[in-house]
């Protein structure tokens, strides 16, 4: 019989002799046996060592069952606010894992999960992938529970559920789902159940893996979900009514379903003016599609339509590549492969050593390669104008897939000028249509139209004039807000 159907006996002694089977060649489990005071009986305390908070366990439990005296309900008293009876052995061999201390008493077939986890955390600092504005200044860090604390904290509704879940044969990782119970659609939230249950793998370890298992379409370049190290914008998320996925171990959540637009909003475009924001998400979009086809259009212009060029402007780029022995395409590749491997030292280096490898990178270096006439002056500024427009995006999974997607359409550039630049847009427009999320179309509300959604996607409406969710998530509770500027009507 494995651990999943046995029960435990009531002998204290086989029950000990059975945790020592499970737990061979395991130095930092402690056993310690002792005598509950209140009750009389023989008992013993299981517990992993760098998992438990050694102040707690003293304090609320061994104090408390060794030195107090009986008590009116018969049974034994500790000052722990978690205790859970558990009658299996796969039950309490989960629980000690995950850093619970586990009371077995003499002559009961219960053995008791007492809540004294202490592992180390870190303390909570700024997000360092997407650093706040105007909102507040804490990230998630890589405790599930904290992380859920944090958004409790925004949302302070008995409607917020959380579900939990172990994924992971032998990581055992505890996986929570967030979301709002009288609004969120069901059937996404069942959706999400069915595939986190569904995952059988040895651990999974941040939310990047969960989301490989759980997206509708993993072999897409475009992310279908959107990851977040920020309590406030996955508090904004679930209001709109969107599930969250918390990953214990993890310092950032995911949130699903996602549309292509929502990867260029932020939650600070709520703390600034509307038409700031508006500004901003149309600056961003713009960047998008600059970061994307740039270095194309320049391959295809210099390579097959130099005559739509104006003279003056084709004699000084004539006169940029005179010395350059390379075809554009190559120019470009050599650049862009340089950028993308001073952007990866960059991020693997610490970061005082980081930047001083931009600096050098991009002045030094690039100042070097145009004076020796291996790259052109113009192509060093176009490159220069694509990553900069590529940091503007605020998604970093996004930002990845753009810097795939450029590479693409610089190919078919070389191979078919504007030709090619036009079929890569009308596939990447069909494959946007194409796409899902957890059911949500991904290219709402641009197709299928959503009309009410336009006041919250390239452009913000004031706050006070959007009373309903996004038509996207198909939430139960369209309407969010009342009427907030009533005051005015009523002077």
């Known amino acids: 019989m494995n651990t999943k159907e046995e029960n435990i006996t009531k002998s204290l002694n086989e029950s000990l002799g059975r945790i020592e089977e499970i737990f061979t060649n395991t130095p930092d489990l402690i056993i310690r046996k002792l005598s509950i005071k209140q009750t009389g009986e023989l008992a013993a305390i299981i517990y992993m060592e760098e998992l438990t908070d050694k102040a707690s366990l003293n304090q609320n439990v061994l104090a408390p069952l060794q030195l107090e005296t009986g008590n009116s309900s018969g049974d034994f008293i500790t000052t722990v606010g978690y205790v859970k009876p558990h009658a299996k052995w796969e039950e309490l061999r989960l629980s000690i894992i995950l850093g619970y201390s586990v009371l077995f008493i003499e002559g009961r077939s219960t053995a008791y999960a007492l809540d004294t986890k202490g592992f180390p955390q870190r303390a909570i600092e700024d997000p360092q992938q997407e650093p706040s504005l105007k909102g507040a200044h804490q990230g998630f ?43 969120t659609q069901p059937d ?223 190919i078919l550039a070389t191979w078919f000028g504007f030709v090619g630049l036009v079929v890569g847009m009308m596939s990447f427009i069909g494959r946007l249509i194409t796409l899902n999320s957890l059911g949500t179309s991904y290219s709402t509300p641009i197709a299928p139209f959503r009309a009410m959604d336009w006041k919250d996607t390239l452009l913000r409406v004031p706050l006070w004039m959007m ?23 009523n002077k």
């Open 141 to 183: 860090i890589e405790t599930g529970s904290q992380n859920i604390a944090m958004i409790r904290r925004y949302i302070a509704d008995k409607e917020l559920k959380v579900k939990r879940y172990i994924v992971g044969q032998r990581g055992q990782t505890p996986v929570s789902l967030l979301y709002l119970e009288d609004v």
């Open 188 to 410: 996404i939230i069942k959706a999400l159940e069915e595939r986190i249950q569904s995952i059988d793998v040895d651990a999974i370890i941040n939310t990047g893996e969960l989301a490989e298992f759980i997206e509708d379409q993993p072999l897409a370049l475009l992310p279908q979900m959107i990851t977040t190290e920020r309590p406030d914008t996955a508090a904004s998320q679930i209001l709109q009514g969107r599930c969250v996925v918390v990953v214990d171990g993890s310092p950032s959540v995911l949130v699903a379903p996602a549309t292509f637009m929502s990867f260029f909003q932020t939650v600070d475009d709520y703390s600034s003016r509307w038409s700031i924001s508006s500004f901003l998400r149309i600056l961003r979009i713009f960047a998008f599609f600059i970061a994307i086809f740039l270095p194309g259009i320049f391959i295809a212009v210099i390579s097959f339509h130099f005559e739509i060029i104006p003279l003056k402007l084709l004699l000084t780029l004539g006169e940029s590549r005179g010395q350059v022995p390379f075809p554009p395409f190559v120019e470009a590749i050599i650049m862009e492969i340089t950028l993308e491997m001073l952007r990866e030292a960059g991020v693997r280096l610490p970061a005082p050593v980081g930047q001083t490898v931009g600096i050098v990178g991009g002045i030094v270096i690039g100042q070097a390669v145009v004076e020796a006439g291996l790259i052109s002056n113009v192509m060093v500024i176009v490159v220069a104008f694509t990553a900069i427009s590529s940091f503007i995006i605020p998604n970093q999974d996004m930002m990845a897939a753009v810097r795939i997607m450029r590479f693409m359409m610089m």
């Open 467 to 489: 009373n309903n969710r996004p038509a996207s998530t198909n939430s139960r509770q369209s309407k969010r807000q009342g009427k907030s500027r009533g005051w005015k009507e």
